[in-house]
């Protein structure tokens, strides 16, 4: 995101004058003793508010006329001007941002002209601007109105509003719903997109243990520790990462191993990632292949959610001005007017990948009509028009020291046909190996359905293996019986068929053959609810079958939730089976029995909770214990358990975790029959950055730093146990790319010596960058000064209160009294009114701890 220096490259024609910053008044009430003074303070400035209500909902040029007598408590005449004309601001061009019904939708540059008849300047919105900011300029009764000339929004449209803010350079504009282009929710231009600082950081998660065993009489100790690093760098539009790994223990020595190392880079023309390094190919259309080398693939995440997501359209005809509802499994997705006629709906975005579509047209006079539109979608789907790609060149990689690297590049596009059908495809070539896919996915009455075809030709050892391999996918909800049907897939291979990854193991191998080469799968999964009993029932399964070992293996597990009273138990049953060539088949099948039980209606109540395992020969294990917080801290937990095992015997164990703003920690201790055993685990950031070093709890891919200047131990309310440390910074763990993030600051524990210009910022990251988020500080005494005139009369209520600089610091209340934040301990305050100012020398008596603000009394002269 650019610098907020407004004036950048331009030549400011006007400058902006606030006389008032009535935003420090808001953010702290008057401290006045008396409670009378309060409530006439209340009383008067509740006026004040109506009266400057009034003022903006003329549109005449004459000014508010309102009587300043109906004010007690003053006994001088109130200035109410600066409120009832307000901020004014003369001709000129301002780089400002512009937020559209509260959502940043961009910082550019807007001309303020004078509007004769209304005798203000306002800002020359046009047509095209308003279409680019997501308004749908095709429903606004325009007129002749030139696309590029000035647009009256508030006059031309019912409910609409402009507001301008000089003092933060900030436009908002609302616009009613209806008129709103509902192509780009969601979506942030790319001129907002922030690429985030430079920074350096570290996140790490740590795991240890230390056991003692007992064997005849000897005690042996083993230890073992686990490091997971993953570790990056930002430099301007790069993002540098490494993941690896630290392994210690007693039967090895310490090993250090690189999983994979890359750059990579936005390239916003393309909606797409520039990944350079070791990385993996997409797996959409074919098998995810490890390499090292170069990639470019699209980014959903850039683009609006009407391209991004595949949605229905929902068509229909309204016999009146009608209001159309859609919901999926009873929750409601959209709402809105339609004009009679045919209407087309093309912004549903539901909440699952399937499930029928409920849509209610109301129409004027109260009469309704209900239809079902059917709904399935599978991952290959894409909205119509919609386009996603990969392209890949590079080496294999099989992360061995001995494995072959042989070069190869893969393609693979994604294409939505139509509003129903999206065709797949890609290639893979390498050397002595190629492969074609094509496919297509369906959104049909009855599910989605997806089709596609791959066929293999490997060249080894002066052997030629051309095979196929057919995939068919398959999903739908049947909302009659309220079952999820989420995925079920079969996919079937010829003898010959080899994937990338097979062709290399066979080239590796000593017989020149692929290992363990799949014929077929067939895997299914499903959810049952019963809203009746609070309950549901799921099923997975799957079975596959090998060529060259001629066995299959099946897994099943089926499952069953439900809840009496407060009590939930789970019951769950497994199977495992492996058939040989010879006919021989294993098996291993295992029930389980969970329960829990809250001993409180608070959330934070401890529960009691119970495990029983069985397996088909004969061994069993219950495990039963108590978890909670921890001394009602909501970030800290206990956990104590006990049990016994028919191999092992009994056990106890018992751990404490906890997560603060510097990470997440753990701990714990466990004894059985012949062993001991001590735990702990750790897991979270470090960030270096230009303000310096910070803690933090564990990264996602992305994050952003949060600066209050100078102050530390200021939390946010909307994330929880994320604070500032020493330096005035913290480090916020996650944000989404290429959306709207918003963060607030939790002033509530600042304290009366700490003022903010705002407490709520938003920030839209790229991808994998780390933005900075600054609350801008003022850090002094609260003084509550006692404004006395030379004549001895009070300073009249509405007079500015400003330091040496000009700078706005209070507005006086109808007792004479202004509440000021002094960041120093002496100076001149400046009072103006109408027509008048005065000064008031000050100097401050030593602060004292158990005061939250200081009285002074001053002469104003």
Not at 257 to 273: E, G
Not at 340 to 363: A, C, H, K, M, R
Not at 465 to 486: E, H, I, K, V
Not at 593 to 600: A, N, R
């Amino acid at each position: 995101m650019e610098p907020r220096d407004h004036t950048k490259g331009h030549a400011r024609t006007a400058a902006c004058f606030s006389p008032v910053d009535r935003r420090h008044q808001a953010r702290r009430p008057f401290l006045l003793n008396p409670l009378a003074r309060i409530i006439l303070a209340s009383a008067g400035l509740a006026l004040v508010s109506s009266a400057t209500a009034m003022t903006d909902q003329k549109s005449a040029a004459t000014d508010v006329k309102f009587n300043t007598s109906f004010i007690q408590g003053t006994d001088q005449p109130a200035d109410l001007a600066t409120f009832l004309h307000g901020n004014s601001v003369v001709p000129g061009s301002y780089r400002v941002d512009v937020y559209v019904n509260r959502v940043l939708s961009g910082r550019r540059d807007i001309n303020f002209v004078p509007n004769a008849g209304k005798g203000s300047v306002e800002p020359c919105l046009t047509l095209d601007m308003l279409r680019q900011f997501g308004m749908n300029a095709e429903a606004v009764q325009a007129g002749d109105t030139s696309p590029t000339a000035c647009f009256d929004l508030p006059a031309r449209v019912e409910f609409a509003r402009v507001d301008y803010q000089p003092a933060s350079l900030r436009l908002n504009i609302s616009i009613p719903q209806a008129m709103m282009s509902r192509s780009a929710r969601g979506y942030v231009p790319p001129e907002l997109w922030d690429e985030g600082e430079t920074v350096g950081f570290v996140n790490y998660n740590f795991s240890g243990a230390r056991r003692h065993r007992s064997d005849q009489g000897r005690s042996q100790a083993q230890d073992q520790y686990y490091l997971s690093l993953r570790n990056g760098m930002n430099l301007g539009a790069w993002r540098l990462r490494n993941e690896s790994s630290l392994t210690y223990g007693n039967d090895q020595p310490y090993r250090f191993r690189s999983n994979r190392t890359f750059m990579q880079r936005d390239i916003t023309s393309l909606k797409s990632q520039l990944t350079l390094g070791e990385t993996f190919t997409d797996s959409q259309v074919f098998d995810s292949v490890r390499f090292l080398g170069a990639m470019v693939m699209s980014d959903e995440g850039m683009l609006p959610d009407s391209e991004r997501l595949f949605a229905p359209v929902i068509r229909g005809i309204a016999d009146t001005n009608a209001l159309v509802e859609v919901r999926q499994n009873g929750f409601m997705l959209y709402s809105g007017n339609v004009s009679p006629g045919p209407f087309e709906i093309t912004d549903i975005y539901p909440s699952g990948s399937n499930g029928d579509l409920e849509v209610t047209v109301v129409e004027a006079d109260g009469s309704r009509r209900v239809f079902v539109q059917p709904y399935a979608s599978l991952p290959i789907m894409v909205p119509k028009g919609a386009l996603r790609y990969s392209l890949a060149a590079g080496q294999h990689d099989s992360n061995t020291e001995d494995g072959l690297s042989p070069s190869f590049a893969s393609g693979t596009l994604v294409y939505g046909l139509t509003e129903r059908v999206t065709a797949a495809g890609g290639v893979q070539t390498a050397e002595d190996y190629q492969a074609g896919n094509i496919g297509a996915g369906v959104n049909t009455g009855l599910g989605a359905v997806s089709l596609d075809l791959t066929q293999s030709l490997s060249r080894q050892r002066e052997q030629r293996y051309s095979g196929q391999s057919l995939r068919l996918r398959y999903a739908n909800t049947l909302d009659l019986t309220n079952t999820t049907l989420a995925v079920a897939g079969y996919r079937y291979s010829t003898d010959q068929y080899l994937t990338f990854d097979d062709h290399v193991d066979a080239l590796q191998a000593d017989d020149g053959s692929a290992r363990a080469r799949a014929k077929d799968r067939i895997e299914i999964s499903l959810t049952q609810a019963l809203p009746e009993q609070s309950a549901s029932l799921s099923f997975t399964g799957s079975e596959q079958r090998y060529w060259d070992r001629g066995s299959k293996t099946r897994q099943l597990y089926l499952s069953w939730n439900s809840a009496w009273r407060s009590l939930s138990y789970n019951v769950s049953v497994e199977r495992n089976q492996t058939f040989e060539r010879s006919g021989e088949s294993q098996s291993d099948n295992r029930i389980a029995l969970t329960v829990s039980l809250p001993l409180g209606s608070d959330s934070g109540s401890s529960r009691l909770f119970a495990n029983a395992v069985r397996d088909s020969a004969g061994a069993s294990s219950l495990q039963s214990g108590l978890n909670g917080q921890l001394f009602d801290d909501r970030n800290s937990f206990y956990s104590l358990q006990a049990g016994h095992d028919s191999a092992s015997g009994s056990s106890g164990f018992g751990k404490l975790s906890t997560t603060t703003a510097y990470g997440r920690f753990d701990a714990g201790y466990g004894q059985g029959r012949d062993y001991q055993a001590l735990s702990m685990g750790a897991s979270g950031s470090v960030v270096a950055h230009a303000g310096g070093v910070n803690f933090g709890q564990p990264l996602g891919e992305t994050f952003a730093l949060v600066q209050v200047k100078d102050v530390s131990g200021a939390r946010l309310s909307n994330f929880s146990n994320v604070e500032t440390a020493d330096n005035g910074y913290a480090i916020l763990p996650y944000a989404q790319p290429y959306r709207t993030n918003w963060v607030n600051l939790d002033t509530r524990q600042l304290g009366a010596d700490v003022e903010l210009e705002n407490a709520v910022d938003q920030v839209v990251p790229r991808r994998g960058a780390a933005p900075l988020v600054s609350f801008r500080t003022a850090i002094g005494r609260r003084v509550q000064f006692d404004l006395e005139r030379a004549d001895g009369s009070r300073v009249p209520m509405g007079a500015a209160v400003e330091d040496e600089q000009g700078k706005p610091l209070a507005t006086v209340d109808p007792s004479g009294r202004a509440l000021v934040l002094s960041e120093r301990d002496s100076g001149e305050l400046i009072v103006k009114w109408t027509g008048q100012q005065c000064r008031a020398t000050f100097v401050l008596p030593p602060k004292e701890a158990h005061r939250s603000y200081d009285r002074l009394k001053v002469q104003c002269q």
